[in-house]
């Protein structure tokens, strides 16, 4: 690379150190990165960082494009430059190979090894939202300040994902707190909206954002897309990973914890599980209050349900402790439900579920059905 100098303003370096203080940088794995495009490829020159928790942010810069280049900068140097440029009254950032140099205004200095450049990440810059919303800086600010913030008595550590909802002249915020046993809630900030959307999101990084790198009066403008949740200002762009709420979110935990334990585990659907063995069994996360995952099979089919065999069934429900039954048609069901705090435990009741079972063919035979062990729908 050629040697290229680039003067750049206070307000800028302060930008790109508000930005980098929110995303938490860390030189050996997310600095931040100065890109400039082709004059001719339509996108502005910028700086992009990651953060920690996966969001990507988009800082404006100031200069126009040149030759392309894109390099990361340790975080070290984004400091001082925001230092010299405040003592010195200027600082110019010169690229000189693998060497990042700052000079201030009336003569200080300062070398820097560059760090190497993170990977590309794809963001939806072209991608029409699902809606979007435009809303004061401080209302929004303080709205998901409000929803992130732990209930009353309530330790920290990891807490529930955050909703955003664009809606009719509003964008508001709500975590369901009632996994740690305490109440939902949402905040809400006026807003000029577009469609309607409900999104989870990784909150932590836009809320730094929002709270120390930007303005209380300047516009916020928050978008929905398939896979991200945008946020943006005058000053930056950032994409949150959209994560889900429902209780499907648990489905691939529950697959780690039966692997672990050596059982055969195929995906049936993005909500549920088939387990494989003598009785093979379906694994299924629902909503609810508490959240639960349903272990079930289907006992037998082509029943003649009548009153005899409903009082049997109800019978064997009163003897085994947390078995379920109920028909579907002339199908019988069995399940069992086991709280979603309790996963850990999944393996060792799908074994005692499987055990309540044995010997219950001989029971269906007697009715004139047909014992199953087949693939769940």
């Known amino acids: 690379m050629s040697v290229v100098e680039l003067p750049i303003d206070h307000d800028e370096w302060r930008r790109i150190r508000d930005v980098s203080l929110a995303a938490g940088i860390d030189d050996l794995v997310n600095p931040p ?44 140097a984004i ?37 190497p450049t993170p990977p ?4 939806p ?5 699902s809606a979007s919303a435009v809303a004061r800086g401080g209302q929004v600010a303080d709205a998901i300040l409000g929803a992130a913030t732990l209930p009353e008595g309530m330790e920290a550590g990891p807490g529930p994902a955050m909703e955003v909802g664009i809606e009719a002249d509003a964008v508001g915020f709500g975590v369901d707190w009632r996994s740690a046993g305490r109440p939902r809630c949402t905040f809400r900030a006026p807003a000029d909206s577009q469609g ?41 762009k950032a994409w949150a990973g959209r994560v889900d709420t429902t209780a499907a979110r648990l489905v691939p935990l529950a697959a780690e914890v039966l692997e672990e334990a050596g059982l055969n585990v195929e995906y049936s659907s993005g909500s549920s599980l088939q387990v494989e063995g003598e009785i093979p069994v379906r694994v ?7 959240e639960v995952i349903r272990i079930s099979t289907i006992l037998a089919t082509n029943l003649k349900v009548d009153a005899d065999l409903r009082e049997q ?24 439900d086991l709280p979603a705090e309790m996963g ?6 799908i074994q005692r579920f499987r055990h309540q079972l044995h010997g219950l063919d001989i029971l269906f035979a007697a009715t004139g059905g047909t014992f199953q062990e087949v693939e769940l729908e």
């Not at 810059?125 to 939202?129: E, F, G, I, L």
């Not at 978008?223 to 991200?228: E, H, P, S």
């Open 196 to 236: 309607t959307a409900v999104a989870g999101f990784q909150f932590g990084t836009v809320k730094d954002l929002l709270i120390h790198a930007s303005e209380q009066q300047e516009e916020v403008t928050i978008a929905t897309y398939d896979d991200w949740v945008g946020f943006e200002t005058e000053g930056w």
């Open 344 to 349: 850990p435990e999944l393996p060792a009741t």
């Open 33 to 76: 990165v100065l890109v400039h495009t082709h004059p001719r490829s339509g996108e502005a020159p910028h700086w992009r960082v990651w953060s920690h928790d996966g969001t990507v942010v988009e800082v404006r810069h100031d200069l126009p494009a040149s030759r392309p280049l894109k390099v990361a900068l340790p975080g070290k």
């Open 284 to 290: 299924e996360c629902l909503d609810g209050e508490p």
């Open 125 to 129: 810059n072209a991608m029409q939202p």
């Open 313 to 336: 069934v109800d019978k064997l429900m009163a003897s085994r402790i947390g078995l379920r039954l109920w028909f579907e048609g002339t199908r019988l069901v069995a399940a069992e």
């Open 120 to 123: 590309d990440v794809d963001i």
């Open 79 to 115: 400091f001082h430059g925001l230092h010299l440029a405040a003592r010195e009254g200027s600082c110019s950032l010169v690229l000189d190979g693998g060497y990042a140099r700052l000079l201030g205004g009336q003569g200080s200095e300062a070398v820097f090894d560059l760090p």
